[in-house]
Structures are given as structure tokens and as C-alpha cells.
């Protein structure tokens, strides 16, 4: 099992920027996919960001050239640069991790950390 943990959300003006972090507890060197997905009211989860082992990014069209995900193996650490944020980008944003044993995925989340973008 693995212990996620985010921050760095919060208010911020349209066009102005916020980076998220996502603590793991233990190694995620390891560690299939580690993604950021997000959560508007009344809507559903939806993907933002994955990044995999290897370090290969894919990113959701809206937010495309905007964000940009990374991985810091070394401190347990994945992080969200989100840049030129939009209103619609409010919503409260969720660390995964998703670990591969044999033919089965297991899904790991934090508690969310709200992004408020105001217009």
C-alpha cells in the first residue's frame, strides 16, 4: 500500500499559476502510473495528468500546454505545474497512484486538494 498526501492548492486569479504536490509514503520508484485527476461539482472524476515509471507524460486535450506533470523519485514526490488556469479549472484535485500485480490494478488516492480559479 502506498499513503498519498497532497498540497499546494488554493485561490488563484485566471492566467496565474499553482503547483500541487503529491507526497507518497513510501518509494515510488516502482509504481506504475502516478496521475493527478480532478473533480468539479456535479460532475465526475476525470484524468488530468499520468505520468508512468518510465516517465512518460499524457495529458487530458483541456489542459494540454498548460500543465505539466513530473516525478521526483528521489523524494517519493509527484508534482502538477498548473500554468495559464482557467475558471473551469476549479475543482478539487486528486493524487493516484496505481500499482500493477500480475493482471490486476490497484488504485491509490489522497484526500484532494482544492484549486479555486477565480474570473
Known amino acids: 500500500q502506498v499513503q498519498l498526501v497532497e498540497s499546494g492548492g488554493g485561490l488563484v486569479q485566471a492566467g496565474g499559476s499553482l503547483r500541487l504536490s503529491c507526497a507518497a509514503s513510501?518509494?515510488?520508484?516502482?509504481?506504475?502510473?502516478m496521475g493527478w485527476y480532478r473533480q468539479a461539482p456535479g460532475k465526475q472524476r476525470e484524468l488530468v495528468a499520468v505520468?508512468?515509471?518510465?516517465?512518460?507524460?499524457n495529458y487530458a486535450d483541456s489542459v494540454k500546454g498548460r500543465f505539466t506533470i513530473s516525478r521526483d523519485n528521489a523524494k517519493n514526490t509527484v508534482y502538477l505545474q498548473m500554468n495559464s488556469l482557467k475558471p473551469e479549472d476549479t475543482a478539487v484535485y486528486y493524487c493516484?497512484?496505481?500499482?500493477?500485480?500480475?493482471?490486476?490494478?490497484?488504485?491509490?488516492w489522497g484526500q484532494g486538494t482544492q484549486v479555486t480559479v477565480s474570473s
Open positions: 493516484n497512484a496505481r500499482q500493477r500485480r500480475g493482471l490486476i490494478d490497484y488504485d491509490y
Open positions: 513510501r518509494s515510488i520508484f516502482s509504481i506504475n502510473a
Open positions: 505520468i508512468t515509471s518510465g516517465g512518460t507524460p
